[in-house]
């Protein structure tokens, strides 16, 4: 717990833009300790304390979202995929569905299929996924005309 906690209040004072010197000044005042080695866990709760007192909000941070594939083809296989998920036609919705999609669409004709569709570079391949996924969209009834609806 303690590593746990001196990494939030490492954390803390980045975001409160204490610096290392002003963090020690801190932690004298507080805990009469300059070192967090020296610290126990409720010394380190009362320092944490301070820096939320002082405007530190850890949860603030949104969770981490992963960035966008890195090119626009796949960027569309994406939203081809969340529209199949949209109108009920997957029973694997999400990122690791449209994996499990590759390897078992692909697997065989590939030879071999990256981890995560974003690691595809080869624009054959990557406009196989997407042909597969239109077709799929066409035989499920679903409209992936995106001009008309606006998305």
Known sequence: MNNALRK???????????????????????CGKASMSDMDEDEMNALLARLKRDGF????????????????????????????????ALDRPGRAGLNAFLRSQFGDAWG??????DMLRDPDQINDVIRALKAWGKRAGIDFDFRRTGK
């Open 8 to 30: 939030m209040i490492h954390v803390g004072c980045r975001e409160l833009g204490i610096d290392q010197d002003s963090r020690r000044a801190l932690q004298l005042e507080i």
């Open 57 to 88: 909000n850890p949860a603030s941070k949104a969770p981490s979202k992963r960035p966008a594939a890195p090119r626009a083809d796949l960027r569309l296989c994406h939203v081809l995929w969340r529209k199949l998920g949209e109108a009920g």
């Open 112 to 117: 071999s299929v990256p981890v995560d569709i």
